[in-house]
């Protein structure tokens, strides 16, 4: 089984920055952790989860959606399973919980979730 916790949520006013951390941890069948691809999506309240960002396995490359590009950026440590979400000029629609996700690549459907945490944004 693998675990994903989140942390780094918080309150912040708008143009303000937050740096989400998600340690991965567990096995799996087929693979390494650090072989997977790992990723961000964010679920606001009334709205269905959408895709942040996504890293392949190495860190070489990187995806966004159009809506954070240029704000936030992915990273990713695989000697730690670790991956970090910097979010800068932070906006007020940027408000939701943030999930972790691991995927076999950085466009796939998740296999493993971790249970969010919560980035307010105050106008």
């Known amino acids: 089984q693998v675990q994903l916790v989140e942390s780094g949520g918080g309150l912040v006013q708008a143009g303000g920055s937050l740096r989400l951390s998600c340690a991965a941890s567990?096995?799996?069948?087929?693979?390494?952790?650090?072989?997977?691809?790992m990723g961000w999506f964010r679920q606001a309240p009334g709205k269905e989860r959408e895709f942040v960002s996504a890293?392949?396995?190495?860190?070489?490359?990187?995806y966004y959606a159009d809506s954070v590009k240029g704000r936030f950026t992915i990273s990713r440590d695989n000697a730690k399973n670790m991956v970090y979400l910097q979010m800068n000029s932070l906006k007020p629609e940027d408000t939701a919980v943030y999930h972790c996700a691991l995927s076999a690549t950085p466009t796939a459907q998740p296999n493993y979730w971790g249970q969010g945490t919560q980035v307010t944004v105050s106008s």
């Open positions: 890293i392949s396995w190495d860190g070489g490359t990187t």
């Open positions: 567990g096995r799996t069948f087929s693979r390494l952790i650090s072989n997977y691809a």
